[in-house]
């Protein structure tokens, strides 16, 4: 079984310290919502991640969903090979059953976080998706893989096929993708670091060529 942890995902609400900017009152208006009950988004909140720390590379919802989507729909999911985590900037994880259909159109995505984080849970059934305040290093020992790989633009080379090659020689390895557009992880990170190619990728193309690369072995 592959583990794959989204890992230091820019998802959060909007923090306190800006739920009073015109930017994040009038967005959470048309919304419906209270302001520090909707996802901050770069998109729409621009002018209020300015006065928030590390607020270049904050409110990124769209890189989770498009990872989570390529994740789930892929036929390592389908097959029962695979697991997807979700760990965030402030600490949370999400568990996410494999069987999860995730929302295609990005608002609905949005509105699916927005419950979780009030709740912890969705739907309140099913338990699909699951909130818990947990360390990334809390979210590896809970797992105990027999390997932990970090996808970094600064890791030893290999070609992707290759990785596949590695990943599918372990019972339970786990790899780790930053969920953040710019910079590096916020959080400590212990494992082995892997580069598939000589430029930085976008997170999605990664969860992409480790799946199917993995696929390519497994399969
Ligand atoms: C958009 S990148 C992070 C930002 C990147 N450091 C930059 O400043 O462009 C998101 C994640 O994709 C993975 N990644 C990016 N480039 C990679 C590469 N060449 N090989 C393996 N993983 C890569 C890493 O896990 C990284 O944290």
């Known amino acids: 079984m592959l583990h794959l942890v989204i890992a230091d995902s820019e998802l959060e609400l909007v923090p306190q310290s800006i739920a009073d900017h015109p930017a994040v009152v009038n967005y959470a208006k048309r919304r ?3 302001p520090e009950e ?3 988004d770069s998109s729409y909140h621009h002018s209020a991640l300015r006065k928030l720390k590390d607020g270049d590379r904050r409110g990124r919802p769209d890189i989770v969903h498009i990872c989570l989507l390529n994740a789930l729909e892929s036929i390592a999911n389908k097959e029962g090979k695979l697991r997807v985590y979700v760990h965030t900037r402030n600490d949370e ?4 059953k494999p069987e999860t259909r995730l929302p295609r159109n990005y608002n609905r995505f949005l509105g699916l976080m927005e419950s979780l984080f009030k709740n912890k849970v969705v739907p309140q059934d099913l338990e699909l998706l ?3 305040e947990k360390t990334l290093s809390e979210l590896v020992e809970e797992i ?10 600064g890791g030893e080379l290999m070609k992707p096929r290759d990785f596949g090659k590695v990943l599918a020689g372990f019972e339970n390895p786990l790899v780790i993708v930053g969920g953040f557009p710019h910079g ?5 990170v212990e ?5 598939l190619y000589h430029e930085p990728l976008m ?4 969860v992409n060529e480790l799946i199917t690369n993995f696929e390519h072995w497994v399969l």
């Open 203 to 206: 997170a999605w193309t990664v």
């Open 32 to 34: 419906g919502k209270k």
């Open 130 to 132: 699951r909130l818990e």
């Open 191 to 195: 494992g082995k670091k892997v580069s």
């Open 38 to 40: 909707v996802v901050l």
């Open 93 to 96: 994880v999400i568990y996410i």
């Open 184 to 188: 590096d992880f916020r959080s400590q």
């Open 144 to 153: 105990g893989p027999d390997e932990v790989f970090v996808m970094h633009e």
